[in-house]
Nanobody, 126 residues
Framework: EVQLVESGGGLVQAGGSLRLSCAAS????????IGWFRQAPGKEREGVSC????????YYAGSVKGRFTISSDNAKGTVYLQMNSLKSEDTAVYYC???????????????????WGQGAQVTVSS
């Protein structure tokens, strides 16, 4: 059974940090690009970041570049999203997703992803 399980969400003050984890199982982790998305109430799902399994390249939305860092531990089948200098506008449900291609091509398009986690709430208080 394919599973993506997010953890690490919570409530944090503006300027603080959180680290999200995405634990994958049930598929060959190395064959997939892993993306992070978020969705705030009343807004569309937004691509946040992606990590390519073929070369480890990382990609970020402009709104988080320089504040968020994506990384992976392939041995553990886990991808992380370190979020620093959090702002109130970062408040959203965060999802990780897996796309069966290894290079984060058009990574911001959520329709390209094959598997999704259940989401983790991140709330940033101002």
């Amino acid at each position: 059974e394919v599973q993506l399980v997010e953890s690490g969400g919570g409530l944090v003050q503006a300027g603080g940090s959180l680290r999200l984890s995405c634990a994958a199982s049930g598929f060959t982790f190395d064959d997939y690009a892993i993306g992070w998305f978020r969705q705030a109430p009343g807004k569309e799902r937004e691509g946040v970041s992606c990590i390519s399994s073929s070369d480890g390249n990382t990609y970020y939305a402009g709104s988080v570049k320089g504040r968020f860092t994506i990384s992976s531990d392939n041995a553990k089948g886990t991808v992380y999203l370190q979020m620093n200098s959090l702002k109130s506008e970062d408040t959203a449900v965060y999802y990780c997703a897996a796309a069966w291609e290894r290079q984060c091509i058009s990574w911001w398009k959520y329709t390209l992803y094959d598997y999704w986690g259940q989401g983790a709430q991140v709330t940033v208080s101002s």
